[in-house]
């Protein structure tokens, strides 16, 4: 009898335990506007939303609302990405996605805790006119090759599953 209530006991522990070291959860919005990689593409928001974010492999959905009109919200954007390393791959009138990339050995201020990988990271970014509101996702990924694009990875397969299913379903609510 002894025995059964210890195995009992160890199996609601590491149930328990799993629960409480999950590696996802929903930011706050204290978090999102500390999160440097995404600064830029935070433009004049009123209130941040939380949405998911993934700690293991670094990736969040969240959105915002925002006192920018369409034209003011995209011309603010441009402004603020000239002097980084996002680059746009995809383009429409109310949707961007940026790629940026760091090397293996890159030696940038941005990554300086990555010159053992390269970095690749995809942000999709949406402005929906009538409500004024942005949604953001965001996943970064690491690679042991010289250089990568985000397509390339594992995470981009992960992020098709868990990521843009969130990030769409956050543009019809």
């Not at 002894?2 to 204290?30: H, I, N, Q, R």
């Not at 440097?36 to 928001?45: A, N, R």
């Not at 959905?61 to 925002?66: A, G, I, M, N, Q």
């Amino acid at each position: 009898m002894k025995w059964m209530a210890f195995a009992v006991f160890f199996v609601m522990s590491g149930v328990l335990a799993c629960t409480m070291l999950t590696m996802e959860d929903v930011p706050s919005e204290e978090l999102i506007r500390k999160w440097d990689d995404i600064q830029p593409f935070i433009i004049e928001p009123t209130k941040i939303t939380g949405i998911y974010r993934n700690m293991d492999i670094d990736a969040i959905v969240f959105k915002y609302s925002t006192v920018a009109d369409k034209a003011k919200f995209w011309a603010h954007l441009q402004s603020n990405l000239q002097e980084t390393k996002w680059k746009l791959i995809a383009e429409t009138s109310e949707s961007r996605d940026y790629e940026r990339r760091f090397s293996k050995d890159d030696q940038s201020p941005d990554r300086p805790d990555m010159a053992m990988f390269s970095s690749a990271e995809l942000l999709k970014i949406e402005y929906l006119p009538g409500k004024q509101m942005a949604i953001v996702g965001y996943v970064q990924a690491d690679s042991s090759a010289k250089d990568t694009s985000f397509a390339e990875t594992d995470e981009a397969k992960w992020a098709e599953k868990q990521i843009w299913p969130r990030f769409n379903k956050a543009k019809n609510e």
